[in-house]
């Protein structure tokens, strides 16, 4: 769903990420989470909003599933997205971070990203 070029950005991440500019590049982003712990999980409680812009929409959702050893989870999402000739140019990626991180079991390893 992401254009050619593009620019993903998660203005909430405790590890200062970069800007992700490219569907190259967002892949690879994407890619890293099977390095991870396997969880099952799916967009659920989805709002869209609308803007006056009328590229630019508002996505509010939370990711729901289970970890590997059962355990329920959900984490709160907003994507402001600015979708063109039906591709995503732009989208800013606002996480609950904590929520993420304790549902891959990744607690302390934020903690010490944010002592850092």
């Known amino acids: 769903m992401y254009a050619d070029q593009t620019c993903v950005e998660h203005p909430f ?3 200062g990420d970069k800007p992700l500019r490219t569907r190259e590049e967002l892949r690879e982003h994407f890619s890293a989470g099977k390095r991870m712990p ?3 999980q799916e967009p659920a409680n989805i709002t869209v909003h609308e ?3 009328p590229e630019v929409i508002i996505g509010e959702f939370e990711y729901r599933g289970t970890t590997e050893n ?3 989870f959900q984490v709160p999402c907003i994507f402001v997205l600015r979708v063109r000739d039906g591709k995503i140019v732009a989208s800013r990626d606002y996480i609950d971070h904590i929520s993420s991180a304790r549902r ?3 607690l302390d390893e934020l903690i010490d990203t944010i002592r850092t």
Do not use: F, V
Request: glycine content about 14%.
């Open 13 to 15: 991440a405790p590890h």
């Open 38 to 40: 396997p969880l099952r």
């Open 51 to 53: 803007t006056t812009d």
């Open 70 to 72: 059962g355990t329920s």
């Open 104 to 106: 891959r079991g990744a």
